[in-house]
């Protein structure tokens, strides 16, 4: 599978947005998907994930109560509903997927074999 992420761009604290996975590939719904995000001289951070068929979701506690994460498998996509935004929230927001992610290192991006290209987010106070 290949991963196309969208919908990044400057918003204003207490904004929200709406980012997108596309991918490639008729196996999509086999895969765990995650949102990690990457701000400027920091590590690359876990946001959320969701198993193969939305039985499972996980959220990093900086995120809980603001951010969605969701799939469509007919439409081979993810999306990251991000709301209440505020200016810590920026980064470059990448996609990953991974058939063989267990719960214990789902926010683990070492467990994932597959990456988007990452997508800015920018919030301004």
């Known amino acids: 599978v290949q991963l196309q992420a969208s919908g990044g761009g400057l918003v204003q604290a207490g904004g929200s947005l709406r980012l997108s996975c596309t991918a490639s590939?008729?196996?999509?719904?086999?895969?765990?998907v995650a949102w990690f995000r990457q701000a400027p001289g920091m590590d690359r951070n876990f946001v959320a994930a969701?198993?193969?068929?939305?039985?499972?979701?996980f959220y990093a506690d900086s995120v809980k109560g603001r951010f969605t994460i969701s799939r469509d498998n007919a439409k081979n996509t993810l999306y990251l509903d991000m709301n209440s935004l505020r200016p810590e929230d920026t980064a470059v927001y990448y996609c990953?997927?991974?058939?063989?992610?267990?719960?214990?290192?789902?926010?683990?991006?070492?467990?994932?074999?597959?990456w988007g290209q990452g997508t800015q987010v920018t919030v301004s106070s």
């Open positions: 590939g008729r196996t999509f719904s086999r895969y765990v």
């Open positions: 990953a997927a991974d058939p063989s992610v267990i719960n214990s290192n789902v926010a683990s991006q070492t467990a994932y074999a597959t």
């Open positions: 969701i198993k193969r068929v939305g039985s499972g979701i």
